[in-house]
Each structure stands twice: as C-alpha cells, then as structure tokens.
C-alpha cells in the first residue's frame, strides 16, 4: 500500500488533505520529512548512509544518517524514530533527538518527473562513541551501507559539490548543522566560565531570617512537616517544566565538583530550575553536550565487547512552549481539534488547571516494540483523525502521585499537630486535594487562614504554559505573619468595590458584587517549586475563577524580599537612572504600597465575560498565552491608577502623588530586566513605552529619566481603559497589536539598560533561608 502524506500550504500549515505520496512530488505538493544526523563526540564523525541504488532520487549517494516523509496522521518525533529504526536497525528514545531546525528543501529531478517541495525537521543525535558498524541493521531497498567522516571534511565535501554526496545548501539555512557543531565543541571553557560567572553574578544572594518566637509548640512543629512537604513539590516543578529535567538535574550535580566550570552550570542551573536563562528571554546557557548520559543496551544488534549505546539527553535550544504539560510534538492546531471532539465535562478537564496531556501511546513505550508502536498510530490517511483521537488527559495526582502521596502525608500529619484552627484545617485540606486533584476547599482554607504560620502550597501560576495558559506549575511560599504591617494595609482591601466603580472602563463591564481581598504581610522563611529566576514580591491567589467570582481573592505581601530588593537593586537603578531632581522621591514605601495595591487590582477589573456571541468565558481563556502579561500589566497601571484615586479621597497623603511614579519609574527598569519572554517584564515594556509615547515619562540629555505630573496621571487612565477593555471583549487579536506594538525594547530602555549592565546592578536576588536552621535546631 502506497504511503500517503499530508498535503501542507506554502507556509507549512495542513491543509486538511492527504495525498499518495507518488502524487505529491509528481504535482509538487508541500508536505513534511525528517532528517536526522548521528554524530559521535568522541571523534566528532558524522554517520552517513550510501542510498540503495535502486531509490528515486539520488541513487548511490551520501546522504544523512536516517530520513523520511512523515506519514498522513504521523508526528515528527515518532517518524524519526521509525525512521532510524527501519533504515538502521537503532532504536533510541524520545530524549535522543533534539530538532534543530526546520529546513526547506527545494529541487527538480529526474527531467521534471520529481518535484520536492519539502519541510524537514532536522534532528540530531548525539553518541559518546561511533557506533560499530556491525551493529547496525540496515534496510537493503533504502540503504546500500553507512560509513562515519569528520563533519569538517563533509562539510568540505558538501562545499565542493561533490558528486557522491547528495547536495544541500550549505550557505543557506542547512550551514546552521555545521555552526552548531562548530559553537558547540569549541576548546573555550575560560570564554564558557566567565560568561555563565557574570549570569550568575546578576544575582545578588541575600540572606532572609525571621522571627520564631511567637509560634506555638503544635504550629512549630506543623511548620518543620510543612517545610518537608514543600520539598516534594520542588521535584514535581522540575519535572512539569521539561521531561528530561530532573536527570539533567542529577547529571550536573554528579559533576558539579569536577571542575569550575561544572561547579557554576550546576549553580546557575538551579537559580533557573532548567537550562534555559530567565533573564535572558529563555535562551538556553547549555547545550546537549552538556547534558546527560544514557546507556542503551538494547538501542541496536549487541556486538562482542561493545556495552551498548550511550547517547546525551537532547534539550531543545528553544525552551518548549508547553513545557512538559503536553507531548512535545503537539501543537496547537492538534489539540484544538481533539478538543472539539470531546463533551463539555472533558473540554473542561483538558484546558483545566490540574491535568497534563499526553498520548496515548506513551504508556506502551516500555512494553511495546517500537514497529508495532508506531504501525497502530497511523489510523487513517487523514491527520485530523488519526491525531485527534491520541490524546488523554491525566490528573495531576496520578501524574505526580509519588510525589503527592509523601506530600499529602506530611501534610497531614502536620495539620495533626497544628494548634491554629485555620491552620490545622488548611493543612488537612491541601493534604486531601494532593489526592483528589480536588483544590476547590483547599484553595477555601486558604483564603480564610488567620495564622502566625502562613503557609501557601500546591498548584498555582500558569506562567510556564506559554503554549496555552492552562496549567498551574507547584509552588510553595511559607512564612510567618507581620501582625503589624498586615493591619496596616488593610484600606486596600477595605475599599475595593468603590475601586471597581470608578474604574475607567464601560459601566457595562464593571462588577458589582467585588469581594474585599484578605492581605496577609508575611516574612518569608521558605520557599520552592514554582521560584526559579527572578523573586516575586506578593501574589493573588487563586486563580480559579469559580472562588474568585464566588468569594475574591487574597494576596500575601513578602516584606524581607520586598525590603531585600529594594536595597540591592531599586536604590542603584534609582542613582544611575532617576534625574537628580527627582531621586528624592523613589523610597520603600512607595514601592510596597503600589506593591500591595497591584496585588488588590488582579481582584477587580474583568475576569468572567460574556462574548458577543452569548457565550460566558472568561479573560484567561480568551487571551490564551498572552493572558499573563496582559494581566501583569493590568494590574499593575489599574494600581498606579487605584492609587491616584485613594490620594483623591484623602484616604493617602498627597505626597504618594509624586513618589509613586517616581519609584514606579525606577521599577520599570528592574522588571524589563527580567526579559521580555517573562509576563512582568513584556508587562512593564508595555506600561513604560504607552507612558513614555504620552509624554509622562521624559528622557534627558543625561540619559537619565525623570516623570512629567502633568502627563502621567492621563496616561496611565488611557492605558487602564485599553486593557481592561480588551480584557472585557476577550479580544486576543487587539491584545496582540498592544504588546507587539508596545512590549518592545526601546531605544530609550536600551539606554537604560545598557548603562545598568555596564555598573553592574544586581538584577534580581537569590535567598538563603538561615531560619530553617532553628526550626531543625
């Protein structure tokens, strides 16, 4: 039976159709292969294979290691797969392949008769060692032998248009195999060392304490088990934002002591939880001959003396938009069409916050040969069906349950032991819902704890789904209460429906059941999971929007990370980028005041809408992956906003008028620093640019910057109504004009920047928690 392919637009996009694949390059159709390259590091050889005589195209030449069309209804990932195992008898894993590039490949052949109009997905496969020649298994119509040579001297051969080697374009986009070799195995460890020292050193490490003498026995005792509890969910974390994460993990700790250079990957690596920068808009700081080691004795024909195949764990230089939530060759057209198959409880299921997706298949690659494996995938000829229907949706707590189930256990035990009501019953509640993947009354508990111990724990933030939004990544924050300060903030939550009147938005779009939002000011002593990177100051939690319609939401302040930042990285920005005139006005509490109120305003404004087609939804559903950052700056210039208004009433003094945007100037540069690839910082491109354009923010010879009163109090009102309106009509394509218009570098926050790098201000800090030292004393 003739293979069938699927039919592709000139851009690469399905369309719907699959032809024979003899009709497809007897018409020129577009449509999908593989390519994939076998290298051994040893030697730094390429394998190549000798195509049988008897092929279409390029009989008897060189050619890559393994290729072939993706078949109608096949993914990437499984044809290379197939691919190496029938051309060469190897069969790898997964992990092994790490796509490269898309590559498209042109030609005419064989007197017009063969027309290739070809997207490739170029992967790589990197061995330690060559294989031996005796253990491959080569497919006699495909294959007439393999050889390995040095990638320079095919690289020579490839650029001398060598008549035995079949042809690619070397200085097109097919010379990046090349360069990527070249820029991997470079003999520069000093040049490696001192780059990832200076990623390393924008990181400020502080110290955080906290006072324990308040605490009761039983709450001591619960606060010991909840911090062991915690510990679980950090390798939940590092497992949901990448599969092979947690071996990578493992591997860099086994040699962290090898040389310093191992030392300060593995250091850098668990400031980002992942091989990919946070501050560096996720660029990748390893690569894969960084990574892993796997040994495969079953990979390919066993020879005398050979123990098998070791090949590195591949990572993706792109961080993967759906980090470990999804297969990772799904993509969005994928599963929006397997989501319409479904009845409205699983549709509900699948874009909910507590469940992964996976294929169906992937419970039967231990047990099953590859063949029989990916000869039942391919269902029918067409994609759409043959795709749709291999998806399932996995609960969090089947997904995670060795880890859930020691959690739920401490958890448990702790609340035994907790003398604080709310405490106790939170304690059980998170316990239960760990094996439920029921948050619904636990997320209840939290809302309402009045404890000196607080303690926030379990699935949260969506950040890491860029794919979607969906899915929420574990995280805990633990801290005792500052009684003080959290009375203190108590006008925000006391005047929240009089904010969600006078917001400037359409009456139509205005709530008017706003629940007052609990803040709770916590000193932190702990925290993990979901806190790679950059440290956040307060969050609002939840986010289901069930309990934020039926009850608010409440926000927990971090005072000593707040206090901690503003020190080491709000005061030197202030000083090299805040006029002299106005560097008087950036001070503590003004940043923890707007601090606090950003918080508030994640509780008011749209969250549940009706679109014009009657439907009810919500804004995270309708903005998808541009959700967060369109929220982040939301409440963020709703809060300079809410402010403003409080300062009108005379419920703050007129003073905060003039330091609130003058910190919040000064902030602006911390939070962009973060990179444009993270929710706060494409926010707050978007909130400095829009003011910046409207005159509220000025620019002088200097290089210094300087707030304009009579100007920014307008623009921040505009850009307020413009996204809290396009929250409200859930309209995703004016959401993306915004940020792609106004979430950009600027030549005046390069300037910023640069001047910034070039002093050397911290970016962010990195805590230590010396308190846990008494808690285990």
């Not at 994460?245 to 300060?264: C, G, I, R, T, V």
């Not at 509780?603 to 541009?626: A, F």
């Amino acid at each position: 039976m003739e293979e069938y392919l699927d039919v592709l637009t000139p851009d690469g996009q399905h369309t719907g159709t699959a032809k024979p694949r003899s009709s497809v390059h007897k018409n020129g159709d577009f449509h999908r292969a593989v390519h994939v390259w076998i290298y051994a590091e040893s030697t730094g050889e390429i394998l190549l294979q000798r195509r049988a005589d008897c092929k279409e195209s390029w009989p008897g030449c060189w050619d890559v290691s393994s290729a072939g069309h993706i078949s109608a209804g096949d993914t990437s990932l499984i044809s290379a797969r197939r691919e190496m195992q029938e051309e060469l008898g190897i069969t790898l894993p997964e992990e092994a392949f790490e796509l490269l590039f898309e590559y498209l490949e042109q030609s005419v052949i064989n007197n017009g008769t063969f027309i290739n109009n070809e997207f490739n997905d170029v992967y790589l496969v990197t061995t330690l060692d060559p294989i031996p020649l005796e253990a491959f298994t080569l497919q006699d119509e495909e294959v007439s032998e393999v050889k390995y040579i040095s990638w320079k001297e095919f690289r020579e051969l490839l650029l001398k248009k060598d008549a035995a080697y079949v042809p690619y374009d070397m200085n097109g986009k097919y010379g990046q195999l090349f360069q990527i070799l070249d820029d991997r195995y470079k003999e520069n460890t000093k040049e490696r060392l001192l780059s990832i020292q200076k990623m390393l050193n924008r990181y400020k490490p502080v110290n955080l304490t906290a006072e324990l003498s308040g605490l009761s026995k039983g709450d001591k005792e619960a606060l010991v088990l909840t911090v062991e509890a915690a510990k679980f969910l950090d390798c939940i974390f590092y497992e949901q934002v990448w599969c092979s994460n947690p071996a990578l993990k493992k591997w860099l700790e086994q040699h962290s002591e090898d040389s310093e250079y191992d030392k300060l990957k593995f250091a850098y690596f668990l400031v980002n939880k992942g091989p990919w920068s946070c501050l560096d808009d996720n660029k990748a700081f390893l690569t894969t001959a960084d990574s892993a080691v796997k040994l495969s004795k079953e990979a390919a024909k066993p020879v005398f003396g050979w123990e098998g195949l070791k090949f590195r764990e591949a990572f993706p230089q792109a961080k993967p938009q759906g980090a470990n939530f999804y297969p990772p060759d799904m993509d969005k057209a994928e599963f929006d069409l397997w989501k319409s198959t479904l009845d409205k409880e699983q549709q509900e299921l699948a874009v909910g916050f507590f469940t992964v997706i996976r294929r169906h298949k992937d419970s039967l690659l231990d047990n099953t040969p590859l063949h029989t494996e990916l000869s039942t995938i391919n269902l029918s000829c067409n994609s759409k069906t043959s795709k749709a229907h291999n998806l399932l949706i996995v609960p969090y707590s089947e997904e995670y349950t060795s880890y859930l189930k020691d959690a739920a256990d401490l958890l448990h035990k702790a609340g035994d032991v907790a003398d604080t009501p709310s405490l106790k019953r939170l304690l059980k509640a998170k316990g239960d819902a760990f094996l439920t993947n029921d948050y619904y009354d636990s997320d209840i508990a939290w809302m309402e704890l009045d404890s000196l111990v607080d303690v926030t724990i379990g699935p949260y933030e969506t950040y890491e789904d860029a794919l979607y939004g969906y899915k929420a990544t574990f995280e805990a924050f633990i801290g005792i209460r500052d009684e003080g300060a959290t009375s203190q903030v108590k006008l925000f939550s006391n005047h929240l429906q009089d904010l969600e009147n006078n917001l400037p938005l359409d009456d139509k779009y205005k709530s008017k059941h706003v629940t007052a939002a609990p803040i709770r000011v916590i000193e932190l002593i702990y925290n993990t999971g979901d806190v790679k990177g950059p440290q956040t100051v307060a969050f609002n939690l939840p986010n289901d929007e069930r309990i934020v319609n039926e009850r608010g939401s409440a926000m927990v302040m971090l005072k000593n990370i707040a206090e901690a930042k503003f020190k080491s990285i709000l005061l030197p920005i202030a000083d090299a980028c805040i006029s002299k005139e106005q560097k008087q006005y950036v001070d503590f509490d003004s940043m923890f005041t707007h601090t606090v109120c950003h918080e508030c305003c994640h509780g008011i404004g749209p969250h549940t809408i009706h679109l014009p087609d009657g439907r009810q939804s919500t804004v995270r559903l309708e903005l998808q992956e541009l959700h967060s950052a369109l929220e982040e700056a939301k409440a963020d210039i709703v809060g300079l906003w809410a402010l403003q208004h409080l300062v009108d009433q005379g419920l703050l003094p007129k003073s905060l008028s003039e330091s609130m945007y003058v910190s919040f100037l000064a902030g602006c540069f911390r939070s962009v620093r973060f990179g444009l690839e993270e929710a706060h910082g494409k926010g707050q491109a978007l909130q400095f640019n829009w003011i910046y354009e409207k005159g509220g923010f000025l620019m002088h010879s200097n290089g210094t910057l300087s707030v304009d009163f009579t100007k920014v109090q307008e623009a921040v009102e505009t850009l307020s109504r413009e996204i809290m309106t396009i929250q409200a009509k859930g309209d995703k394509p004016s959401a993306k004009l915004l940020l792609d218009k106004y979430a950009t570098l600027t030549q005046p926050l390069q300037l910023a920047l640069s001047h910034l790098e070039a002093i050397q201000v911290p970016v962010d800090i990195y805590p230590s928690f010396t308190t846990l030292n008494q808690l285990s004393s």
